[in-house]
């Protein structure tokens, strides 16, 4: 008895590695960069930036300077406030 539950091992296993993973839960602080819009136009000091982050269900957030080199990695937390050439708020994105 013992012989045919090794001989049976191998091939559960195998079953159990081509399991489909079970779903992962949404994450937390998904950005959303349209919930704050209303922020396009104002100056970015800390208050303005942390009420932006909020709105957007944020993780963190970035000001972007006019013509400034950035890194392209994706955060889906984290949102990003790209500022004209007076320093206002011009756009506003997630990533």
């Known amino acids: 008895m013992q012989m045919r539950s090794l001989v049976l091992l191998p091939a559960l296993l195998s079953l159990a590695a081509c399991a489909t993973p079970a779903a992962a839960p949404p ?49 889906e937390g984290r949102l990003n406030l790209y500022l004209d050439a007076s320093g206002k708020i011009e756009r506003i994105g997630c990533g």
């Open 27 to 75: 994450a937390s602080g998904q950005c959303n960069a349209d919930a704050a819009s209303a922020y396009v136009g104002k100056t970015p000091d800390a208050a303005t930036v942390e009420a932006a982050r909020k709105a957007a269900g944020a993780e963190r957030a970035r000001t972007l300077k006019h013509g400034q080199v950035v890194t392209m990695e994706y955060l």
